[in-house]
């Protein structure tokens, strides 16, 4: 992905830059903000690396003169981000079916709601909460992308309004208003959320039901008016339209695994946190082929998120 940064390029004369650390230290938060800007994991690295490409291109004097790092390499992320959001808002209109944020993987297995098992690197790894959920990305997908990045930088980072204005380019009263009206976005879904147990458990249920193809028992796991949404950017086949209601998606989820079976692929339904909630990643002869990600209201699932598409699912490849 680009030129890689390793300690020692930052040498001065022989001698190590004292600020190299603290500036690669800053990576962490840059993909967190990035990630949660874009809705993909791939372009959030991207963006930092192009961040970091733009600092390293400066002399040494320049970078000396910059009184906080860190705040620098976040301005040109959120700029970088906020130019990406723009254009792929016309990206999207070519796409193929439906597009989903691309799952963040977790490498690990949950159990009654509780996270165990080795994890990746948290250096590079996505804080992972309730502003990385699937249901929260998908409200902040229906934002401008001036109303998302002001939203995420005051909101979830703390940034005031005066640095988001650095950003956005805009005045900090306007951009107090744009966030303002992205957080009336996210409260008008908000509704109560079951407990990380409850929503384990549910999402078990749904698993033991989709494996014997209980339509009935999936029928009462879903809402009556649930909706489920299939990502295959066109690349694999996937649900053409938006599933509405519980019985016409437990009957396509029953139809789906008889082909699977008629196919002679040995599926396998694990149960893996994605984007720091219960979702289950489904195998076919041990290649990943679909991310599921949930939306719970207490007892019931209201929403589903099925990622397909290959190239949002490369993260997961190593599962």
């Known amino acids: 992905m680009g030129t890689q940064f390793e300690p020692g390029d930052g040498q001065i004369d022989g001698q190590i830059d004292a600020s190299l650390s603290a500036v690669m230290g800053e990576r962490r938060q840059l993909i967190n903000l990035a990630y949660r800007l874009l809705g993909s994991l791939a372009d959030a690295e991207d963006v930092v690396q192009e961040a970091y490409v733009r600092w390293y291109a400066m002399s040494p004097r320049q970078q000396q003169a910059i009184e906080s790092p860190g705040g620098w390499l976040t301005r040109v992320a959120g700029r970088i981000c906020l130019d990406q959001l723009r254009s792929a808002r016309v990206r999207r209109e070519s796409y193929v079916g439906e597009w989903i944020p691309e799952p963040l993987p977790d490498r690990t297995e949950w159990a009654d709601g509780r996270q165990g098992g080795a994890t990746a690197d948290p250096a590079d790894r996505v804080t992972l909460d309730e502003s990385v959920s699937m249901a929260f990305l998908v409200v902040l997908e229906s934002m401008t992308p001036a109303e998302r990045v002001a939203f995420i930088l005051h909101d979830v980072f703390r940034y005031s309004f005066a640095e988001v204005a650095e950003i956005v380019g805009r005045s900090p009263a306007a951009c107090r208003r744009l966030a303002s009206s992205a957080r009336r976005r996210t409260r008008a879904s908000d509704v109560p959320a079951p407990s990380a147990a409850r929503r384990a458990a549910v999402v078990r249920d749904f698993r033991h039901a989709w494996e014997t193809k209980d339509i009935a028992a999936l029928i009462g796991i879903l809402d009556p008016d649930a909706t489920a949404l299939a990502d295959g950017g066109g690349l694999v086949d996937s649900a053409p339209r938006p599933l509405v209601g519980s019985e016409e ?15 002679a692929f040995d599926q396998t339904i694990l149960e893996r946190t994605v984007n720091g909630q219960p979702g289950l990643v489904v195998q076919h002869d041990g290649v990943t082929t679909s991310v599921l990600a949930f939306d719970i209201e207490g ?21």
């Open 299 to 319: 007892d019931r699932i209201t929403r589903m998120w099925a990622v397909r598409n290959p190239e949002k699912l490369r993260p997961w490849t190593s599962y």
């Open 249 to 263: 998606i437990a009957r396509y989820l029953v139809a789906v695994s008889a082909v699977i079976d008629e196919q």
